[in-house]
Structure formats: C-alpha cells, structure tokens
C-alpha cells in the first residue's frame, strides 16, 4: 500500500512538472530576456499623418487682440442645442486638407509637431494673426483587433502605442492562441502588408511593426480542429512520458523491495 502512494505522489508531481514547464514555453511572454537585458527601440517613434485620418486642429494667439481672428479656423459644430463639439479636418484621399484663409494643405506624411510647426509658420508669414499657436492631435488613433468572431477597437490616447501595450489593453491572449502566428496588418503605400509578431521573443522589439501606427489590425488565430489535434497529441505525449516515469519507479521500488527480502 505504501509502495502504490508513493509511485501515486511521484507521478502526479512528473505530470505537473511536465506540463507546468511545456505549458510555459508555449504561451509566457519574452522567454530569453533575463535579469538586467537591454534591448534598443526606436523611443523617438511618431505616428505620420495619412489620408483618411481626422485631425483635431485648434488655433489660438497669445496676442488677445486676434482671438477673434483665429475661430474661423477652430471648426465646430452644433451638438442637439447642449453646445458645440470639435468637428476637426478630415484628410482628403490625396493626403491634403483644407483651412480658411490658408488654402489647401497637403499635410500626409508628416508628424503632428511637425504640422504643428508648419501650420504656425504659415499663420505667421501669412500676416493675419500675430504670434499665433497651434495645436494638432489625432481624432482616430485607434487600432483593429480580430479573432474568429471577435472584433475589438483600441483608441489609443497619446498616439503611441507598441504591439506589447496592444495586446495589454485586449486583456492578453488566451491559452489556445498560437503565439507564433499573431498578425500584424497595416498599409503600406497602397497595399495590405501583414507581419506575424511572437511575443515569446525579445526579436519582437527589432520588429518594424512593433510601434503600431493608427489603423493597423491584430488578427489572432482561432483555437480549431487542427490545433485540438495537436493539442490532443500534446497531452497523450505529456502522459506516455508520466507513465513511462512511474513504471521507471515502480520497477526501482520492486527491486528494491526484493532486495532488502
């Protein structure tokens, strides 16, 4: 009786062991980074503009006599008579806007500071407001998250956003999720460019889909028949192992059971 205890304890403890250390490899986050591991990321990343986006775009003058001079080019409109809320520009398909006063303005392909600077210095040149300032940030910054039937939308407020902050806001991934095949999509001067990112590997952060632009998609796998096979075939290798270890274990306790006879 003591002897079938302790093969039982030995093995539920190979079992645990087994998969508690197969199971980690398979879904735990940065695997090879350890204690004290530096890796460089492009921290200077700034999201360019593109058409189609939305830009809010406020315009106002330390000068208090040109307040007035700059609402033309704050757009509101009329929110069901409880006030006013900031319609912003929209930008056209050939990456322009348009402003009063200043005309058409192609603005894709830049940063928002950049804009920023742009939009002040032709205010300036332009003469109609004195010591003008100017600020822009973007109304859709957001990003797409798809799985099977599951469709998630991040908006994302300082308009910095990396695949690893991504996949914190949908909560991380479940355990089904192959790590390996998790996408990223974007458009990239005209075409749909799709890039699978492991989140297990520090090679991640070398990825150039790792800073997420405005618009990208995260298209996650679904856990199908083909992965419950594997899975299926994973656990029956998991128990042939724990098996094969306690028959081990049982025949070193039998002999030496016989031996001290």
């Not at 062991?17 to 197969?22: A, G, K, R, Y």
């Not at 040109?66 to 050939?94: C, I, K």
């Not at 894709?108 to 600077?117: E, V």
């Not at 469709?151 to 300082?158: A, D, E, F, M």
Request: charged share 20%; with cysteine.
């Amino acid at each position: 009786m003591r002897t079938k205890k302790i093969i039982t304890i030995l093995a539920t403890i190979t079992i645990l062991t087994l998969t508690s250390c197969i199971t980690s490899r398979r879904v735990d986050y940065l695997q090879d980074m350890t204690h004290g591991s530096q890796i460089e990321i492009e921290n200077r990343f700034e999201a360019t503009i593109a058409p189609y986006d939305e830009l809010s775009i406020v315009v106002k003058s330390t000068d208090a006599t040109n307040t007035d001079l700059a609402e033309p080019f704050n757009q509101y409109e009329s929110h069901s008579g409880a006030g006013n809320y900031y319609r912003g520009y929209l930008v056209d398909a050939y990456g322009n806007i348009e402003m009063p006063t200043l005309g058409k303005i192609h603005v894709a392909g830049l940063t928002r500071l950049q804009l920023q600077d742009t939009l002040t210095d032709l205010l300036r040149r332009s003469g109609y407001i004195t010591s003008p300032f100017v600020t822009v940030r973007f109304d859709n910054f957001k990003i797409f998250f798809l799985s099977g039937g599951i469709g998630r939308v991040i908006t994302i407020p300082n308009e910095r956003c990396t695949f690893l902050e991504a996949l914190a806001m949908l909560g991380g991934l479940d355990m089904y999720t192959p790590r390996d095949r998790i996408g990223v999509m974007r458009e990239v001067d005209g075409h749909m460019v799709l890039r699978y990112l492991d989140p297990r590997s520090s090679d991640v952060f070398r990825d150039p889909f790792f800073m997420l632009q405005q618009n990208d998609f995260i298209i996650a796998p679904t856990h199908n028949n083909g992965t419950a096979r594997s899975e299926f075939a994973y656990w029956t290798g998991v128990f042939s192992s724990a098996i094969s270890m306690a028959s081990l274990i049982t025949t070193i306790l039998l002999y030496n059971k016989m031996s001290q006879q």
